[in-house]
């Protein structure tokens, strides 16, 4: 199962966590989790918020095609990934990966692959909001580097 939402409001890890293990059932012997925050600094810039956009309908394909490629990948039992857009402060939760899976090694891979993807993949604009000025936030050599080891 792959579930993907891209919402302004923020989510519970608990809460997401709890249904995760129920979809599983008897089934899931693992649950990895990667929840990223919004930083106060980038290099030697301050930040004061992060404006995140997306494209309704592309951004949530980008995000299921990154999700299934995933489940070719690795035996996952369940996979969701949340993406907040809006205004975003310091400290805010912005990204939650989470992957089931029978086994552990498959679940931790999953979720790291995830994250890489979502940052050089997912159809998303971010803004860094700083003191001095603003900046759109684009991926790094080192995203893409750790995308292409994922490859098939």
Not at 49 to 67: C, N, V
Not at 74 to 101: C, F, T
Request: net charge negative; aromatic share 10%; glycine share 8%.
């Amino acid at each position: 199962m792959i579930e993907v939402r891209v919402q302004e409001v923020d989510f519970s890890i608990d809460a997401e966590w709890s249904k995760c293990r129920m979809r599983m059932a008897g089934d899931g012997g693992a649950i990895v989790a990667f929840a990223g925050l919004v930083r106060d600094r980038f290099e030697d810039r301050e930040i004061q918020g992060l404006q995140l956009e997306h494209y309704p309908g592309m951004t949530e394909t980008s995000m299921k095609k990154i999700g299934e490629y995933a489940v070719k990948k690795w035996s996952l039992l369940d996979v969701l990934i949340i993406h907040r857009v809006g205004l975003l402060k310091p400290s805010d939760q912005i990204v939650l990966v989470m992957v089931g899976s029978g086994h552990r090694p498959d679940a931790f891979a999953a979720c790291e692959c995830i994250m890489d993807f979502l940052k050089t993949e997912a159809v998303f604009w971010k803004k860094e909001q700083g003191t001095e000025q603003s900046r759109w936030v684009e991926s790094t050599q080192n995203d893409r580097d750790r995308r292409t080891n994922w490859e098939f």
